[in-house]
């Protein structure tokens, strides 16, 4: 629990509320755009009056925090740019990122920042984006990479940039791994990179121009949003169901704006747990040899989903498609080591793309990866990740229903999209004063719009004490509605 505010401390109450949430807008715990609780249900939190919370948010406003908005309140300013030094027409632009819906503005590191979030206390944080680290711990690894750093290994991994393409026995170990999921890309047709993310950028940096539209799933991966955001790609949001998008809005889009990629987590969609059918599959790619855009799928939680899932590279043999996946959720979040795999006649443009970025991949990494991979030790260890969260996901399901939580989607893989029934932004706030990190929905849509959704991580959330205190706080949220 945080130091509550005391009168007995040398600063005045107003000064230690605005000092508590100066830090979190710091910290990019409170986003850019964010609205703070009203005067006077923040006083009523914090168990102070409304002239003390006025006068914390006056502070905030002096240290250009937060702005005022006539009849709406206190909101966070995006701090990270300095309208103050921009001509008017320049700061309206810089406040609204191309391709973003009016309104909405999205900080990439706020968004980072929050999902690796760690309390003081070491709890749990139920809106990690990673596993825990006793599970993934692997002793494997040091084992592999003590083999690799032996004699002159070392010495040539160190002293040589390396293929740009990357190691080629990690690449003749992911063509089989994809041979396997009924994929067939030749080593010389697969390039590494730093972590599926870097993959993603690598691809959108050499296929796209700014302003051009890319569509991508709502819900979907915040980061993503952002980052598109941040390359000044309009971004036209989909709205992702069971089976899969909306091929209605999809084909509109496509008749009315011609987009060029279309971003999908078709397996264990981050933040549903949706799994692409394959007749939506099979229609996203007529859709895509129609209209002549690439279908960009991002794998990253293949390794705990099974095989036979359904995929569109797999229907599609890499033509309209490019397959991109890594290691961060399996293994070793810190080795960023990632992949993709595009048609061919893409790959060079690709690859120099990756020089422009990173010149080469880690080598010493690679190989590593590429051992642990040929003698069995990856598949062993995620078929032992999919029996922990099998179990971790069957407890936090019944904490979570017991606490009076809905899931808006079948709970599947590594996240649960649970509605909670009342604003998650607020709710989010009201926890952080607990202790706990929560995903709230608003992060998860391209134009941050108000949402009950949470995204919980069924690891961390399997302690009854997260699911007590926020039953607690959503019974205070709709009391005082």
């Not at 006539?70 to 001509?87: C, E, T, Y």
């Not at 990632?338 to 061919?344: D, E, K, R, S």
């Amino acid at each position: 629990m945080p130091v509550p505010l005391s009168r007995l401390a040398p600063q005045n109450l107003s000064t230690q509320l605005a000092e508590r949430l100066g830090e979190r807008i710091r910290m990019r715990l409170l986003p850019a755009g964010a609205r703070l609780p009203s005067v006077r249900e923040c006083a009523r939190q914090q168990g102070v009056s409304t002239h003390t919370v006025v006068a914390a948010y006056d502070l905030l406003q002096a240290q250009g925090l937060v702005e005022a908005r006539p009849q709406s309140g206190f909101f966070v300013r995006d701090f990270v740019q300095d309208a103050a030094l921009l001509q008017p027409e320049q700061a309206r632009a810089a406040e609204e990122p191309a391709g973003v819906p009016q309104g909405t503005r999205i900080n990439a590191s706020m968004l980072v920042r929050g999902m690796f979030h760690q309390s003081v206390g070491g709890k749990p944080q139920p809106g990690a984006g990673v596993l825990p680290a006793e599970w993934l711990e692997a002793g494997f690894l040091a084992a592999a990479m003590r083999r690799v750093c032996s004699g002159k290994s070392l010495y040539d991994t160190c002293v040589r940039y390396g293929d740009p393409l990357g190691d080629i026995s990690l690449r003749e170990a992911l063509s089989r791994r994809l041979a396997r999921l009924g994929i067939a890309a030749a080593p010389q047709h697969i390039i590494t990179t730093m972590g599926a993310t870097h993959a993603l950028d690598v691809i959108s940096r050499a296929l796209l121009q700014p302003g051009d539209p890319v569509m991508i799933e709502e819900p979907g991966w915040a980061v993503e949003y952002a980052r598109l955001a941040s390359l000044g790609m309009r971004v036209l949001p989909v709205p992702r169901g069971p089976d899969g998008p909306d091929l209605a809005v999809m084909q509109r889009y496509c008749e009315s704006c011609a987009p060029k990629l279309y971003v999908s987590v078709s397996v264990l969609h981050n933040p549903t747990g949706y799994s692409l059918s394959p007749a939506s599959a099979h229609e996203v790619l007529q859709l895509a040899r129609r209209f002549g855009f690439y279908v960009v799928e991002d794998d990253t939680y293949g390794e705990i989903a099974p095989d036979h899932a359904a995929r569109v590279t797999v229907l599609d043999r890499l033509s309209h498609s490019i397959y991109v996946s890594g290691f961060a959720k399996l293994l070793a979040p810190n080795w960023r080591v990632g992949y993709l795999a595009p048609p061919p006649a893409l790959v060079e443009r690709l690859v120099d793309t990756k020089l422009l970025s990173t010149l080469t991949t880690p080598s010493l990494m690679e190989r590593a990866l590429a051992h642990c991979m040929d003698q069995g030790q990856l598949r062993r260890h995620a078929e032992r990740l999919r029996q922990h969260l099998a179990q971790a996901r069957t407890r936090s399901v019944a904490l979570a229903r017991q606490a009076g939580a809905r899931f808006a989607a079948e709970p599947a893989g590594m996240f649960g999209w649970v509605d909670t029934g009342v604003d998650t932004e607020t709710l989010a706030q009201r926890l952080l004063d607990a202790g706990y990190f929560i995903a709230p929905g608003s992060m998860f849509h391209a134009g941050r719009q108000p949402s009950t959704c949470m995204r919980i991580n069924f690891a961390t959330t399997q302690e009854p004490a997260f699911w007590r205190i926020f039953e607690r706080e959503v019974q205070a949220l709709r009391g005082s509605a």
